[in-house]
């Protein structure tokens, strides 16, 4: 089955920004180095969470995810990226006790 990730904001589309997730070959590294290619998502459900350590808002959302994850993990895919270093999401990360799988 090809499922479709809908990536948009309010003033656009659907449409415009529907990724078939069967044709997207999306390379990530976690925290640790680790390579993980969004195209071994097939057939699953994925959450993916844009955030950073400096956005107050993702800061305060970060504990309902982190509940969120800890509900649906064996459910749900859950990617929560980040553009900062590695190592500022990783710190950030333990510092508050979370285990959300980052990239």
Known sequence: LNKVIALFGPSVSIKENAIKLSEYNWKLLDVEGNEFNLES?????????????????????????????????????????????????KEFMERKEYTLPVF
């Open 41 to 89: 998502t097939r057939g699953k459900v994925v959450f993916i969470n844009s955030w950073a350590t400096w956005c107050m808002p993702c800061v305060a959302e970060l504990p309902s995810m982190q509940k969120l994850y800890q509900d649906y993990s064996d459910k749900i895919v859950f990617l929560f990226i980040s553009s900062e270093s590695m190592q500022t999401a």
